[in-house]
T-cell receptor
């Protein structure tokens, strides 16, 4: 079945450091891929998405490229801020018409000033 | 913009008690979902409703029931709460998949449920 694996956290960085959070997936067909962010005490918000191979999703300085050859969708940001501290979830949506998402386990990012 | 509204935000129950978590969305979405979030396990789908009048089991449906009351509302019921159901519960909604299905899900702020 479909699955998503994220790197273990927590990830602790200093402000302005480069961020990479790894995400790999297993899926049949051509899934859509998403990154969601969860700030403390809140629900999940869509951060970015990509719907086909080689698509690059981007938002708020974050980027991720859909790599079908390596089944990966790694999240990157060139210079993190304290306000980026949150939990990040990689997710995929497979075929069919249900819209169901499969989530990774989440990666906690802590950015120190 | 209300989006997806969940009630209550917090609840403490005793083992064996029952309760219903409420969810309503004002985006005219057809599909709605209930997830639970546990440490180190991400979000797992409990039940979903692809459209008004339909419901289907997700990954972890045991111990739960759902009702799609109308297009706006999708409730989750615990008939006899167990400590293993202590979790944070999230409701989400979206448009159904079309084409490559890039419609995102919109989430509520969650219900933090503790069962003693």
């Amino acid at each position: 079945g479909n699955s998503v694996t994220q790197m273990e956290g927590p990830v602790t960085l200093s402000e302005e450091a480069f961020l990479t959070i790894n995400c790999t997936y297993t899926a049949t067909g051509y899934p859509s891929l998403f990154w969601y962010v969860q700030y403390p005490g809140e629900g999940l918000q869509l951060l970015l998405k990509a719907t086909k191979a080689d698509d690059k999703g981007s938002n708020k300085g974050f980027e991720a490229t859909y790599r079908k050859e390596t089944t990966s969708f790694h999240l990157e940001k060139g210079s993190v801020q304290v306000s980026d501290s949150a939990v990040y979830f990689c997710a995929l949506r497979g075929g069919g018409n249900t819209g169901k998402l499969i989530f990774g386990q989440g990666t906690t990012l802590q950015v120190k000033p | 913009n209300a989006g997806v509204t969940q009630t209550p935000k917090f609840q403490v129950l005793k083992t064996g008690q029952s309760m219903t978590l409420q969810c309503a969305q004002d985006m005219n979405h057809n599909s709605m979902y209930w997830y639970r979030q546990d440490p180190g396990m991400g979000l797992r789908l409990i039940y979903y409703s692809a459209s008004e009048g339909t419901t289907d089991k997700g990954e972890v449906p045991n111990g739960y029931n759902v009702s799609r009351l109308n297009k706006r509302e999708f409730s989750l019921r615990l008939e006899s709460a167990a400590p293993s159901q202590t979790s944070v519960y999230f409701c989400a909604s979206s448009e159904p998949m079309t084409g490559r299905g890039n419609q995102p899900q919109h989430f509520g702020d969650g219900t933090r449920l503790s069962i003693l």
